[in-house]
Protein backbone atom coordinates (compact mmCIF):
# COMPACT_ATOMS: atom_id res chain seq x y z
CA UNK A 1 0.00 0.00 0.00
CA UNK A 2 2.56 2.64 0.99
CA UNK A 3 2.68 5.90 3.16
CA UNK A 4 0.56 9.25 1.80
CA UNK A 5 2.88 11.79 0.37
CA UNK A 6 2.64 14.90 2.86
CA UNK A 7 1.61 17.82 1.14
CA UNK A 8 5.44 18.97 0.39
CA UNK A 9 6.44 15.77 -1.01
CA UNK A 10 3.37 15.83 -3.29
CA UNK A 11 4.29 19.35 -4.16
CA UNK A 12 8.26 17.99 -4.80
CA UNK A 13 7.03 15.14 -6.68
CA UNK A 14 4.89 17.43 -9.22
CA UNK A 15 8.58 19.39 -9.79
CA UNK A 16 9.69 16.35 -11.23
CA UNK A 17 6.26 14.88 -13.05
CA UNK A 18 6.26 17.56 -16.19
CA UNK A 19 2.35 17.69 -17.06
CA UNK A 20 1.40 16.11 -14.20
CA UNK A 21 -1.22 18.69 -12.04
CA UNK A 22 -3.25 17.29 -8.72
CA UNK A 23 -6.30 16.47 -8.58
CA UNK A 24 -9.25 15.23 -6.22
CA UNK A 25 -8.52 18.35 -3.75
CA UNK A 26 -4.56 16.46 -3.55
CA UNK A 27 -5.68 12.89 -3.29
CA UNK A 28 -4.44 12.06 -7.07
CA UNK A 29 -2.53 12.91 -9.67
CA UNK A 30 -3.36 13.77 -13.22
CA UNK A 31 -2.28 13.88 -16.68
CA UNK A 32 -4.20 13.94 -20.48
CA UNK A 33 -1.35 12.79 -22.66
CA UNK A 34 -2.29 13.67 -26.41
CA UNK A 35 -0.60 11.62 -29.21
CA UNK A 36 -0.64 11.82 -33.25
CA UNK A 37 -3.29 9.03 -33.18
CA UNK A 38 -4.99 6.18 -31.87
CA UNK A 39 -2.73 3.53 -32.39
CA UNK A 40 0.18 5.35 -30.47
CA UNK A 41 -2.12 6.25 -27.58
CA UNK A 42 -3.26 2.85 -27.59
CA UNK A 43 0.94 1.41 -28.32
CA UNK A 44 0.91 3.50 -24.42
CA UNK A 45 -1.72 2.07 -22.72
CA UNK A 46 -0.56 -1.13 -23.57
CA UNK A 47 3.46 -0.56 -22.63
CA UNK A 48 2.19 1.39 -18.84
CA UNK A 49 0.00 -1.55 -18.73
CA UNK A 50 2.44 -3.81 -18.73
CA UNK A 51 4.08 -1.88 -16.07
CA UNK A 52 1.39 -1.85 -13.92
CA UNK A 53 0.84 -5.01 -13.76
CA UNK A 54 4.14 -5.91 -12.83
CA UNK A 55 4.26 -3.43 -9.70
CA UNK A 56 0.37 -4.11 -9.32
CA UNK A 57 -0.76 -0.49 -9.13
CA UNK A 58 -3.13 0.35 -12.03
CA UNK A 59 -4.10 3.85 -13.50
CA UNK A 60 -7.66 5.11 -13.70
CA UNK A 61 -7.12 5.68 -17.37
CA UNK A 62 -9.88 7.02 -19.84
CA UNK A 63 -9.30 6.93 -24.12
CA UNK A 64 -10.76 8.43 -26.81
CA UNK A 65 -9.45 8.57 -29.84
CA UNK A 66 -5.40 9.80 -30.04
CA UNK A 67 -5.89 11.26 -25.95
CA UNK A 68 -5.01 9.29 -23.24
CA UNK A 69 -6.73 10.79 -19.59
CA UNK A 70 -5.03 9.25 -16.37
CA UNK A 71 -5.51 9.35 -12.61
CA UNK A 72 -2.87 8.29 -10.36
CA UNK A 73 -4.01 7.50 -6.92
CA UNK A 74 -3.50 4.42 -4.43
CA UNK A 75 -7.07 3.74 -3.66
CA UNK A 76 -6.14 1.64 -0.05
CA UNK A 77 -3.86 4.45 1.21
CA UNK A 78 -6.98 6.85 -0.13
CA UNK A 79 -4.12 9.53 -1.76
CA UNK A 80 -1.06 9.44 -2.98
CA UNK A 81 2.35 7.62 -2.56
CA UNK A 82 5.43 6.98 -3.59
CA UNK A 83 3.87 3.89 -5.93
CA UNK A 84 2.17 6.81 -7.84
CA UNK A 85 5.15 8.91 -8.51
CA UNK A 86 7.23 6.17 -9.64
CA UNK A 87 4.34 5.10 -12.33
CA UNK A 88 3.56 8.48 -13.02
CA UNK A 89 7.13 8.86 -13.92
CA UNK A 90 7.10 5.53 -15.98
CA UNK A 91 4.36 6.52 -18.05
CA UNK A 92 5.85 9.78 -18.91
CA UNK A 93 9.49 8.07 -20.06
CA UNK A 94 7.26 5.71 -22.20
CA UNK A 95 5.41 8.62 -23.66
CA UNK A 96 8.56 10.58 -24.08
CA UNK A 97 9.34 7.48 -26.99
CA UNK A 98 6.25 8.57 -28.85
CA UNK A 99 7.43 12.17 -28.87
CA UNK A 100 4.88 13.43 -26.35
Known amino acids: MGDLLSDE ?6 VELP ?3 E ?3 GKAFTRTFT ?5 EAFGFMT ?8 NDHHPDWRNVY ?10 DAGGITARDVALAKKMNEIAARFGI
Open 66 to 75: KTVEVNLSTH
Open 35 to 39: FRNFN
Open 19 to 21: GWR
Open 47 to 54: RAALVAEK
Open 9 to 14: ARRAAL
Open 23 to 25: ADG
